[in-house]
């Protein structure tokens, strides 16, 4: 079966990257293992093709312009770019090669201009109504605006499957469709860890680990409220944040950090984006992470902790309950709640080491269902159906 893949971003492996790009990497090389050939089409700076072990890899230059002051019509402009320039090169794609199926992902509404007869799905890799309902990055009537151009996009394609149950629940209401859960794949592509960051910054030190973007919708005004408190009730901790910063109400989360860390603002650490090789000895090596989202997709950052059998606290209602069993395989806080979060945070603290690794355990087991010869079957069944649906539709209107 040859899919293709079309996404609005797939940098060059060993880059820093999102949780959507390391799905379409995981799930293409699980592809591959399981007889198929996937092609991701992806939009960049600059046209491209290139091989990544294997996976053929095109990239279409899309600008990006910030012309108007309004979030909304700079993402709208953007959007109808993307889409127009990524569909246009899927008409290309077609007279060169045999494509069985195509999945879209939900960002930037891309499949909007597909007009093509080749069946297709689509991934809610977010949506915006959920993602962004704190309008803490993007104004009420910005978020409106995206979810609207999500579900349109949709009406394109034959299926829709979503990893998280919520978003699935939430976009398959409002558009009225059934949305299939199919959890992310998981697998560790790292052969050797790269330790230079770790010891130049983290080594011999106790620490609590933060990683993802860092804007509100991943909770790091929640975690800025209680900062100055734990860092100061427990003086052997340091606080670290790994992730690019984004900008909340026009302020820098590195500089509120900063101020609500007060005096103890000197156990704080900050860098921007690891790639995997640097990032995944500062998951292994924390005494816990924290991940308090409003909001999330299924975890990325969750699964990764949880492989590493860290101690995790995620949000309760945001997806991570999928994947934590409270006080089993993690921890679970109340979205939002500063105190309860602390209270987590505590609780981990006070936690023996052979509890810790007790429920470090249990999280590696529940990550391993997420191994992709187990998950990625589920996803060519669903390709396999389309297909077929498609098909056979397609002779009803011929006999007609």
Request: aromatic residues 12%; charged residues 25%; hydrophobic residues 40%.
């Amino acid at each position: 079966m040859n899919i293709l893949f079309v996404s609005t971003d797939y940098p060059k492996r060993g880059r820093p990257t999102t949780g959507f790009p390391n799905y379409l990497y995981r799930v293409s090389l699980a592809l591959v293992q399981l007889g198929h050939k996937p092609i991701i089409l992806a939009a960049g700076e600059w046209d491209d093709y290139r091989v990544e072990q294997g996976i053929e890899i095109w990239t279409v230059g899309v600008r990006i312009y910030r012309n108007y002051k309004s979030p909304a019509w700079n993402y709208v402009l953007y959007a109808l770019r993307t889409g127009y320039s990524l569909n246009s090169k899927i008409k290309d794609l077609l007279k060169q090669t045999d494509i069985d199926i195509i999945q879209f992902t939900s960002l930037y509404g891309i499949a909007l201009f597909y007009h093509e007869n080749v069946p297709s799905v689509l991934r809610l890799s977010s949506y915006a109504r959920t993602a962004f309902s704190s309008y803490q990055t993007y104004s009420p009537t910005t978020v409106k605006l995206i979810a609207f151009i999500e579900k349109l996009s949709s009406k394109k394609c034959n299926a829709i499957f979503s990893p998280s149950k919520n978003n699935a629940i939430a976009f398959g209401n409002d558009c009225h469709r059934s949305v299939k859960v199919i959890e992310s794949p998981f697998l560790n592509d790292v052969e050797e860890y790269d330790y230079e960051y770790f010891d130049s910054y983290l080594k011999e030190k106790k620490y609590v680990l933060f990683f993802g973007t860092l804007y509100a919708e991943k909770g790091i005004l929640v975690i800025a409220e209680i900062l100055g408190k734990f860092l100061e009730d427990n003086p052997d901790y340091f606080f670290v944040f790994i992730g690019n910063a984004g900008s909340i109400c026009g302020q820098s989360p590195i500089q509120i950090l900063h101020e609500k860390a007060g005096k103890n603002a000197d156990r704080i650490i900050i860098s921007n984006a690891l790639g995997h090789r640097q990032l995944y000895p500062v998951i292994r090596n924390a005494d816990f992470v924290v991940l308090p989202s409003l909001m999330e997709n299924l975890s990325n950052a969750c699964i990764e902790a949880m492989f590493f059998e860290r101690v995790v606290i995620g949000t309760d209602g945001a997806s991570f309950e999928q994947l934590i069993v409270h006080g089993k395989n993690g921890l679970l806080c109340r979205i939002g709640d500063a105190q309860d979060l602390l209270d987590k945070m505590q609780t981990a603290v006070s936690m023996s080491e052979a509890d810790k690794l007790k429920m470090g355990k249990w999280a590696k087991r529940r990550i391993d269902k997420l191994k992709p010869e187990k998950v990625v079957v589920k996803l060519v069944q669903l390709y396999t159906y389309v297909i077929e649906n498609h098909k056979y539709r397609k002779n009803c209107i011929r006999k007609a």
